[in-house]
């Protein structure tokens, strides 16, 4: 069983909105920390945000900060990527990590759990 799975990714143009979904299958959701990553082609992955356990506490990526709101509702073991105001930069493939960890780790060696990826495609 994929412990996450990510859903919403698509084309759009640019300036346009996108939301991003993931969905938990694992026990005590809140006692992780929650975050999207992602990679695009011939680049590493980069952390974009991230959320504490409570989703009391994120942390945004520079290039996405005031454009992107990550969001989660432990009822429904989901965790969101609200994206605004999208640019061709950040055309990639997103995906949901979640991990035993302190929210702001960036690094994606601290998350264990990850979703297949979805693609996000943003044209100009």
């Known amino acids: 069983q994929v412990p996450l799975v990510e859903s919403g990714g698509g084309w759009v143009q640019a300036g346009a909105s996108l939301s991003l979904s993931c969905a938990a299958s694992?026990?005590?959701?809140?006692?992780?920390?929650m975050a999207w990553f992602r990679q695009a082609p011939g680049k590493e992955r980069e952390f974009v945000a991230s959320?504490?356990?409570?989703?009391?506490?994120?942390n945004y990526a520079d290039s996405v900060k005031g454009r992107f709101t990550i969001s989660r509702d432990n009822s429904k073991n989901t965790v969101y990527l609200r994206m605004t105001s999208l640019k061709p930069d950040d055309t990639a493939v997103y995906y949901c990590a979640g991990g035993r960890t302190f929210y702001r780790n960036i690094n994606p060696r601290n998350y264990d759990l990850w979703g297949q990826g979805t693609q996000v495609t943003v044209s100009s």
């Open positions: 959320i504490s356990g409570t989703a009391l506490y994120t």
């Open positions: 694992v026990s005590v959701f809140s006692g992780y920390s």
